[in-house]
């Protein structure tokens, strides 16, 4: 949808034609498979709460008073950033969003991995505590946060091209 | 002199704007992702609340909430035994496969649905006090008998507090099969899905 409006209202004009389309359909290609991720692990920490400040508690950074309110936020914080993900105005606070969240992911489980912890991450829902699964969504959650920067800069670049 | 200096602001005339709009954006832009993250703690509270099983907002650990579930069961938990002893897959095979043994899941009955041991019953740490009391018929008859308690592997603390209260309750003959769930079905054994009984 994005790109096909780019490249109606600028592909005659330009000779960067495909590489922008291209781009921007890399970029809603994107934004929809980080959305996906993220309202489905939304849904997914919505279903087991306890479990889920079980999982937040394990990794020994938050004090007991904070650790059930982030349980109650992370989750509609999350489908909220996918649900603006998908919107071409919204995107840029979606990813930017997603990107924030996701450095509080790798800086926790980054934590976690240095003092020995071995637990449940619970990005994905609960699982049983290993730490090979760490090092798996240490490396996913690095990704995402590529991709989530990714969109953010392709969004606004966007936005400063058509001003 | 004079044009070196001019010529390095040539050069950074371009660049600078475009670095001085992309931080004036990203401070605006994280303004919307503060202002939608105290809407997502507000849902999120707000979710809580007319959840089926509202969690506190101060966040009490699997112990604490374990004692204030036994404390329901008996006034004055004797707590402070000896831990119960562990055994290992080859062990806790054979007690199965002869079914003289009762054997307790202590996982959550969302994991226990999913998959258990065979002939297995659910006596969830997270829901004890109500399984108890639910499952007192079939304690009671293997008070003096041994009974074998498992959870999900790895570090779960699960299989050990539900042994020690049973241990505490009076049963006599309580261990933990510390390999739990994921030694039991890496091994490629038999699993049965569905609720307790």
Known sequence: MVGRRIAGRYGAFTMTHTDNSRRSYAVLALSLAIAAIFIYAGIDKLRDPLQFADSIAAFAILPAVFVNLLAFGLPPFEIASGLLLLGPRTRRVGALAIAVITVMFLVALASALLRGLTLDCGCFGPGAPSRPRMWVELGLDSVLFCGAVYVYLQSMARVSARI | ?197
Not at chain 2, 41 to 49: E, S, T
Not at chain 2, 75 to 96: E, H, N, Q, W, Y
Not at chain 2, 119 to 141: C, E, M, P, Q
């Open chain 2, 1 to 197: 002199m004079q044009t070196s200096v001019t010529s390095i602001g040539a050069h950074d005339s371009a660049p600078l704007p475009f670095a001085r709009n992309l931080a004036a954006q990203i401070v605006r832009d994280l303004g919307g992702v503060a202002i939608l993250a105290v809407v997502a703690l507000a849902a999120g509270l707000v979710i809580n609340r007319y959840s089926s099983a509202p969690l506190p907002i101060v966040y009490r650990t699997p112990e604490q909430r374990f004692d204030a579930e036994l404390t329901t069961l008996v006034s004055a938990p004797p707590f402070k035994i000896a831990p119960a002893a562990t055994i290992g897959l080859d062990k806790f095979r054979s007690a199965v496969d002869a079914k003289s043994t009762l054997i307790l899941d202590a996982r959550p009955s969302s994991f226990f649905e999913v998959g258990h041991v065979p002939g297995a019953i659910n006596l969830a740490r997270d829901d004890f006090a109500h399984d108890y009391r639910k499952l007192s018929a079939v304690l009671d008859a293997n008070r003096d008998k041994p009974i074998i308690v498992y959870c999900s592997g790895g570090d779960c603390h699960d299989s050990k507090l539900v042994a020690n209260a049973l241990l505490s309750l009076g049963f006599s003959d309580v261990t933990v099969f510390t390999g739990g769930w994921d030694a039991w079905s890496a091994a490629g054994l038999p699993a049965a899905t569905g609720p307790s009984r």
